[in-house]
């Protein structure tokens, strides 16, 4: 069984440029979870969706970030007139279950470097 | 509100050393505990879980334990191998929100 799949696996963008960032989660699987990683920060949730639906997007920040699910099998995170401390690798997950006591499982990330 | 402290960044052993790693947390909730580890290039994934105090999370060598009077969450290995060489992240379920939140994760580095 495929894991789950996010594209790009790199991506160089410049100050004030757009960046799309896409995840497919495992098929099956009901909550999809975004995260950030950086060196300094650590892993930070972001937001995730439950069944599709928007249920916690308080890691996000408040400008320039968005998250959207169209459809069970993909989801994007949108990043707007990119920053340099937009730079991490980002991470996304599927868990079985619209619980995040299940199993998270993810995928091998999004490293963005904004110049 | 919930978090986790792992304060130890990096931990550098040999081959066949006694691994340990210390992680504390904090929570208004029962506890759900987690380890998950990360190899280079690689997304977390899940080490092993444990639900009740004192019952013994085992995965692959590893075991873990966490201890409700002193809020603690351990991992341990007898005989750590160049293998294991990756991020270990305490992780806790946060249940009113229903997210896992990571603590800042030990490199743990094996000479060979």
């Known amino acids: 069984n495929a894991g789950v799949i996010q594209t790009p696996r790199h991506k160089v963008t410049g100050k004030g440029q757009e960046a799309t960032l896409w995840c497919e989660p495992i098929?099956?699987?009901?909550?999809v979870f975004w995260y950030r990683q950086t060196i300094v920060q650590g892993l930070e949730f972001l937001t995730y969706?439950?069944?599709?639906?928007?249920?916690?997007d308080s890691g996000m920040p408040k400008e320039r970030f968005s998250a959207q699910m169209p459809n069970q099998s993909h989801s994007t995170l949108k990043i707007q007139s990119t920053q340099p401390q937009d730079s991490a690798v980002y991470l996304c997950?599927?868990?079985?279950?619209?619980?995040?006591?299940?199993?998270?499982?993810f995928g091998e990330g999004s490293r963005l470097i904004v110049v | 509100g919930d978090s986790v402290t792992q304060m130890q960044g990096q931990v550098t052993l040999s081959e066949d050393d006694f691994l340990f790693i210390n992680c504390t947390y904090s929570t208004t909730w029962y506890p759900t505990l987690f380890w998950y580890v990360q190899y280079p290039g690689e997304g977390p994934q899940l080490l092993l879980k444990v639900t009740t105090a004192n019952n013994k999370g085992i995965s692959r060598g590893f075991e873990a334990t966490y201890d409700k009077g002193t809020t603690s969450f351990h991992l341990q290995k007898a005989s750590v191998q160049e293998s294991d060489s990756a991020v270990y992240y305490c992780?806790?379920?946060?249940?009113?929100?229903?997210?896992?939140?990571f603590g800042q994760g030990t490199k743990l580095s094996i000479k060979p």
């Open positions: 098929s099956g699987h009901s909550a």
């Open positions: 992780v806790l379920l946060n249940y009113n929100q229903g997210k896992l939140i």
């Open positions: 997950a599927s868990s079985r279950q619209a619980y995040s006591g299940n199993t998270l499982y």
């Open positions: 969706f439950r069944n599709q639906a928007p249920i916690d």
